[in-house]
């Protein structure tokens, strides 16, 4: 009887550890790969960020201004394209 | 004497344990003492055996305990680490998911007093770094023994100087710094967040964005950019102190644009003026003038009153107080039809429509409409609409022709909506996620009717320069004296326009509002509704048609 609870004590420890040591090792993988993950995810923002406002109409319209000099589609083009 | 046999005690054991049999051989009478002793044994080891084993479960228990701790229990550490990644601030987005307000990774920068080699060497070189600061800035600084913050948000120019500089005192701590992307655009909604003060959308979401919610507005950036540029060079044009314009989904209720000027760039909250913080089409209220008279025709239309055939004197105006006499100063004609009142905006008229009407009927019209109440909307704060003290006849004849009562122009732009979608009432929202709902207050018949007006204005009446080629547009016009000092000035004005478009199925309404629009500084009253809101409406949708209804105005224009 006592040998039978010790050594199901000392399975359960021994298993107790390893679950553990492959707990441990599992969380690590997992926050490398989340700090990679985030430092991704910064990058993807910062250029979100650049683009947003690289995009913002403001900024098309300087740059179509010094560069391009196209104008919106109005509503007498439209008006233009239907007598024609 | 030899000895014979073993003794033999057959009864001398009670035979319930059966390794003490009743056929136990003793050698002498001392085995029977031994035999006492090792009962006494078992009976010991017994008992050390139940408390080993309670050892054991308790062992066995605390293992299955901590098996289950490392299961779950690390779990939740886990999540609380990844959502410690994501606790930034929210972001807040158009109606198409362009970025307005979002965070950006930057630096403060701190100095150890207690840890400078060189205080005069340090203090010319920040001075060469940081040249907007004082001169005794630094000085001041140093004198005390702390740790300071000098500057937050460095730039990486500024870090990389600092950096080369290697004085151990010079330290840098992470932080955020919101920035706003569209600049002045959407500043009178989200408003600004510097390090400690919030207001407006950031301040009255602030729960909600600290938790890393985003948030989306109804408006839509490209359309807001349009109105935007517009209303300012109409600003600039007319001359004006500050200008409002909304457009607004009549149907939901989405506010699409709101632009309210002077407004402020949020990235510099230091640079903001109090007055121009102030969001003109929430927080003000207007004595709107003749744009308000489109109630009276609602009335007429909704109780079915046979004033829509008859024609009114216009002539001799109305004595309306006994030394203010009320005249149509534009209007030649002796008399007017029904729909000539509101064409050509008749004060007269609108009072004769009122007084037949009856108090009663105004205010019940005035409460459906939710003049009478006060707008919530989400994440904003809207002022509550003034209402006369007292709502007598001699007040309800002021408030026929737009004056006597102050509404704000979100609160105008919302009735207004009832009176041409069908008669619903609907609720504003900025708020892209929350639902909306319709409760009819008027006829489909009065709405109709009140179409057909609105349009009879644009084409013949005070609205004609709100004209757009290829779409059918419905409006009033509105000019009201200010009122300083409690008196109504002869020079200062307040001129508006409000429209719904395409006015057959309205869609959209628009409302621009200056405030002390001056033409010509020598003849300052001769700014209207209709020469300074009207055109401005006019060049606005002709901007903003094709990125709001490109669909229809296609079909529109191929018809």
């Not at chain 2, 029977?32 to 139940?50: A, S, V």
């Not at chain 2, 004197?313 to 007017?336: A, P, R």
């Not at chain 2, 008669?423 to 929350?434: A, Q, T």
């Not at chain 2, 004209?467 to 004005?493: A, D, F, R």
Request: glycine letters at 4%; proline letters at 3%.
């Amino acid at each position: 009887m006592k040998l039978f609870f010790f050594t199901n004590l000392i399975i359960l420890v021994v298993i107790t550890i390893a679950i553990k040591l492959t707990v441990i090792n599992q969380e690590n993988e997992i926050k490398i790969l989340t700090q990679k993950v985030t430092k991704i995810a910064k990058e993807k923002e910062k250029l979100e960020i650049d683009f947003a406002y690289i995009s913002s109409p403001k900024k098309l319209k300087e740059i179509n201004d010094k560069e391009f000099k196209l104008n919106p589609i109005q509503q007498e083009d439209w008006i233009n394209l239907k007598k024609k | 004497m030899q000895p014979t046999d073993k003794y033999i005690y057959e009864n001398v054991v009670p035979s319930k344990n059966k390794s003490f049999s009743t056929n136990l051989r003793f050698n002498d009478t001392n085995d029977l003492f031994e035999l006492e002793k090792k009962k006494k044994l078992i009976q010991h080891t017994k008992k050390i055996n139940k408390y080993t084993l309670t050892v054991v479960l308790f062992f066995f228990c605390l293992i299955i305990f901590n098996l289950q701790k490392i299961f779950f229990a690390n779990n939740q550490n886990f999540n609380s680490f990844s959502k410690s990644i994501k606790k930034e601030r929210g972001k807040i987005f158009d109606r198409n998911g362009e970025l307005i307000a979002t965070n950006i990774d930057t630096k403060d920068l701190y100095i150890n007093t207690k840890k400078i080699l060189n205080k005069t060497e340090l203090k010319k070189k920040l001075q060469k770094i940081f040249p907007n600061k004082k001169e005794n800035y630094f000085e001041d600084i140093f004198s005390k023994k702390q740790y300071i913050k000098i500057k937050p948000y460095i730039t990486i120019n500024e870090e990389k100087q600092l950096k080369q500089i290697g004085d151990p005192s010079i330290n840098f701590h992470k932080s955020s710094k919101r920035i706003y992307l569209q600049h002045n655009l959407f500043s009178h909604l989200t408003g600004f967040k510097s390090s400690e003060l919030k207001s407006k959308i950031e301040r009255n979401l602030d729960e909600h964005l600290k938790k890393g919610t985003n948030f989306s507005l109804t408006l839509d950036l490209r359309v807001q950019h349009k109105v935007h540029e517009e209303l300012s060079s109409s600003l600039k044009l007319y001359n004006a102190n500050s200008a409002v314009a909304i457009i607004m989904d009549v149907n939901n209720g989405e506010i699409i644009s709101l632009v309210s000027l002077p407004d402020f760039n949020p990235n510099h909250p230091e640079d903001i003026k109090a007055f121009s913080e102030n969001n003109l089409a929430f927080e003000a209220r207007y004595e709107m003038g003749s744009t308000l008279k489109i109630f009276n025709a609602a009335l007429v239309y909704e109780n079915n009153s046979d004033l829509e055939k008859k024609k009114f004197k216009i002539k001799d105006g109305y004595q309306i107080t006994s030394d203010k006499l009320i005249v149509d100063e534009g209007i030649k004609k002796n008399k007017l039809n029904f729909k000539e009142i509101f064409t050509q905006s008749s004060n007269v008229g609108s009072i004769n429509i009122i007084e037949s009407l009856g108090i009663k009927k105004q205010k019940e019209l005035f409460e459906k409409l939710g003049i009478n109440n006060q707008i919530s909307l989400y994440g904003l704060n809207v002022v509550k609409n003034k209402l006369p003290k007292k709502w007598d006849s001699q007040a309800s004849k002021f408030i026929s022709y737009g004056y006597g009562i102050s509404i704000s122009p979100i609160s105008l732009v919302s009735s207004y909506a009832a009176l041409v979608n069908g008669g619903y009432k609907i609720k504003p929202k900025v708020n892209l996620s929350e639902s909306y709902s319709k409760n009819r207050i008027l006829k489909d018949t009065t709405s109709k009717k009140i179409n057909i007006l609105l349009s009879e204005i644009v084409k013949n009446g005070t609205g004609k320069k709100a004209n757009v080629n290829g779409i059918k547009i419905g409006g009033k016009t509105g000019t009201s004296k200010k009122l300083e000092n409690g008196k109504y000035s002869e020079k200062k004005v307040i001129t508006s326009f409000i429209g719904a478009f395409p006015i057959d199925k309205p869609k959209y309404i628009a409302f621009i509002l200056f405030d002390e629009p001056r033409r010509n500084k020598s003849e300052s009253l001769e700014s209207f509704g209709g020469n300074t809101a009207a055109p401005t409406f006019s060049r606005i949708l002709k901007k903003i048609s094709p990125i709001l209804n490109r669909n229809n105005y296609i079909k529109m224009n191929l018809e």
